[in-house]
């Protein structure tokens, strides 16, 4: 007699069912799903169930896979990130090599294009890019992306960056010093936008998942009070 095992003919068992999982799951593995299936409920409010279902798991004593995982996205993460611009680009404000710098990078052209300065806004680009994600500081999952490509942490990172680079510069009064034009003053932005960008980038992934809401859920939120 021929003892049944719950299987189809042919198939072994543990394997050919991707609602099998890994053979050894934890934690991790949970959340991965979890994530899963909230990219594929409708309702809002569904959607915010699993989200408070992730977080619950995230909060469980002994979750030590979450130490290195970073997905939220927070309106703590801002914060950081502005502390970190600031921290880095104070030593460069009082530095009057940034003038020579900028007058560099907007004089040097290919034709009409000013390919320094061009080359200089994608070194930022791609250096933060490169610390957020390609770096083994934290394991940063890109999480409900922006048109579905554009990771929202690099966005916030680099506009924040920004921001602080503009707004210390002209409250100190680095950008009238010297009559620049109006690309020189551009581009003296851009020389401390290089460091304000890597500061805020390690400011916000260094001290790992931040506690509080995802910006993608208060703006649900709020257009749902609409």
């Known amino acids: 007699m021929t003892e049944s095992n719950g299987l189809e003919p042919g198939t072994k068992k543990g394997a050919g069912s991707e609602n099998a999982g890994p053979e050894d799951p934890n934690i991790g593995d949970l959340i991965a799903k979890l994530e899963r ?41 801002m914060a950081e990130a502005f502390v970190g611009a600031v921290l880095f680009s104070l030593p460069l404000l009082v530095e009057d090599g940034v003038f020579e710098i900028a007058d560099y990078l907007t004089s040097v052209t290919v ?3 000013p390919a320094f300065f061009l080359a200089n806004v994608t070194f930022v680009v791609v250096l933060t890019a490169g610390m ?18 554009i990771p929202r942490r690099l966005i916030g990172v680099l506009v924040i960056s920004l921001l602080t680079a503009a707004m210390m510069m002209y409250m100190w009064g680095r950008l009238a010093a010297e009559d620049p034009t109006s690309f020189e003053t551009v581009g003296r932005i851009t020389v401390i936008w290089a460091a304000a960008a890597f500061g805020a980038a390690l400011g916000d992934i260094l001290p790992g998942e931040s506690t509080g809401t995802d910006v993608s859920e208060l703006l649900d939120r709020s257009g749902s009070e609409r």
């Open 111 to 113: 034709g009409a294009i």
């Open 132 to 149: 957020l994600y390609y770096t083994d500081f934290r394991d940063v999952q890109i999480h409900r992306p922006v048109f579905g490509i």
């Open 37 to 77: 299936l909230e990219s594929t409920v409708d309702e809002g409010h569904e959607r915010q169930k699993v989200r408070q279902t992730i977080a619950l798991v995230e909060r469980m004593p002994g979750s030590r896979a979450f130490t290195q995982r970073v997905s939220k996205y927070t309106t703590r993460d």
